[in-house]
């Protein structure tokens, strides 16, 4: 199997910046040849260009007068000025690209060139909500959930009906995003019209991200909203929630036209096998992410090792997108190196962000068009250089992939909990372990190797990020397992051949 390296782009923000570095306007209908070159240089194979649709005027004055957001742009972008903030990319007001973006015909330009360097895209979809300003909020607000009087959740808007009470999206946990409409996914009609635009999303990308994917399970909307009546004028036969839940015949449905489409669900709150069980391709390993960030060494061993291995290989790793702040900021550059092999080394999506990989500090919040210019950290860029050159010349993210369990080394010694060990194997007899010490402090363990006819050869082993070569026989290594000593945060990428 072949595991997704994913990219995720700040559309807006990187064309932005591409038009100033080229001194001409930049869409995606012309995107410099060098780009793409140096994404399948670097082994990605999935584009997420995040923020492509258009966004509205009543979402963007929301996004202006919000006083929490406008201390993040000036946290973000110092000196930040109106023209620096549109809409939110998650209020979307229309599925159709950007028109300051390059519209539909540069968005279909861009994928054909991606296709071409062996890339596929992916796009947003946000199940939810919609903008503000999308049209269906005035022409159809009976697939809204909506209140017979005002309240703080509601807002009122103008509809060929009338006057309605439409509710903010929101999830349970947080105030209503008051840039966005509620979907009501209690009704039959607003389920068949978000799978159909699902359908047209699908008919011109190879993938989709769906934004808050959970928020949709039955138990969890009906949670949501249970304060909320389904409005009176919709018609009790139009009122039953259909089985299955909505993402099982909507994923159904576009996997029959598109049997390699990718879904990948950003998900919360333990409901990752959910979704997964739904459909979902790969979905979000938050936990991952949280464990990594706190240098907490033995939970995330803890909680990779308690993964079945099905779930562990649908999780998307990460050390930030754009809902998180910069790995760069958060990490030394030793802890930051180790983390990157973590997430680079599992079975899974291998999920990259825009920045990350030049060692930006600065969290931008979505809705800047702009950002503010930061010098690259070359130490970090050498660091993400190196780790993605050498997996091509290796078994990781395309071969089978096997979690180990690393055993102490000695029975007073408990740093064999801060091993992160995974064998890939794809043509035997070679094979490679990716082998990462995430604590400060030097560790020591012996794991048992699961190869095939181990005894039968002596093997060298080569690091492939260090000149560090080392040979062990077959029969040791089969009898008592392989001795690691790493130093604090080592990284090391072996690879195992015999002779």
């Given at each position: 199997m072949v595991f997704p390296l994913l990219y995720e782009i700040n559309t807006r923000c990187w064309l932005r910046d591409l038009s100033e570095t080229c001194g001409e306007a930049i869409t995606l209908?012309?995107?410099?040849?060098?780009?793409?070159?140096r994404w399948q240089r670097l082994g990605f194979s999935h584009i997420w260009l995040m923020g492509v649709w258009a966004s509205g005027p009543r979402s963007r004055t929301q996004a202006l007068t919000h006083a929490g957001l406008q201390s993040g742009y000036a946290d973000a972008l110092p000196g930040w000025q109106e023209a620096d903030v549109g809409g939110s990319p998650y209020a979307i007001s229309d599925y159709h690209a950007n028109p300051t973006l390059g519209g539909e015909a540069g968005l279909t330009a861009f994928r054909e060139r991606l296709h071409a360097y062996g890339l596929k895209l992916i796009l947003d979809f946000v199940p939810n909500h919609l903008g503000l300003d999308h049209p269906w909020a005035r022409e159809r607000p009976e697939l809204f959930v909506q209140n017979p009087r005002p309240t703080p959740e509601v807002f009122a808007q103008e509809t060929v009906a009338g006057q309605r009470w439409l509710a903010y999206g929101k999830d349970p946990y947080f105030p209503?995003?008051?840039?966005?409409?509620?979907?009501?996914?209690?009704?039959?009609?607003?389920?068949?019209?978000?799978?159909?635009?699902l359908q047209s999303v699908a008919e011109r990308c190879d993938g989709v991200r769906c934004d808050m994917a959970m928020l949709l399970l039955e138990d969890v909307f009906a949670k949501t909203w249970e304060r909320f009546p389904i409005s009176e004028q919709i018609p009790e036969a139009d009122r039953q929630t259909p089985s299955p839940e909505f993402w099982t015949w909507a994923i159904s449905a576009i996997k029959a036209r598109q049997p390699e489409f990718l879904f990948l669900a950003e998900v919360y709150w333990g409901l990752e096998g959910r979704l997964r069980a739904l459909g979902f391709d790969y979905t979000y390993d938050k936990e991952l992410y949280n464990l990594l960030l706190a240098r907490n060494a033995a939970g995330t061993q803890q909680h990779l090792l308690g993964l079945p291995s099905e779930l562990l290989g649908a999780g998307a790793h990460f050390l930030e997108n754009h809902d998180e702040g910069r790995v760069a900021s958060a990490l030394s550059l030793a802890a930051h190196r180790a983390a990157a092999l973590v997430i680079l080394g599992l079975p899974g999506m291998r999920f990259l962000h825009d920045g990350q990989l030049s060692g930006a500090r600065r969290r931008l919040p979505v809705q800047l068009r702009r950002r503010a210019h930061e010098p690259v950290q070359r130490e970090v860029e050498s660091m993400y250089e190196q780790l993605l050159a050498a997996l091509p010349a290796t078994a990781v993210g395309r071969g089978r992939g096997q979690l180990l369990h690393p055993h102490p080394a000695w029975p007073t010694n408990p740093t064999a909990q801060n091993f992160v060990v995974v064998?890939?194997?794809?043509?035997p007899p070679e094979f490679d372990l990716v082998v990462v010490n995430l604590a400060p402090h030097s560790s020591q363990c012996y794991v048992r190797l699961p190869v095939g006819n181990l005894a039968q050869h002596d093997w060298t082993m080569r690091d492939l990020l260090s000149a560090e070569q080392h040979q062990r026989t077959g029969a040791d290594l089969s009898d008592h397992g392989l001795y690691l000593d790493l130093p604090g945060h080592g990284a090391q990428l072996f690879r195992f051949q015999p002779g």
């Open positions: 209908s012309n995107v410099p040849e060098e780009q793409l070159r209503g995003w008051t840039d966005t409409v509620q979907l009501d996914y209690r009704l039959p009609a607003t389920r068949a019209a978000m799978a159909s635009l064998q890939w194997q794809d043509q």
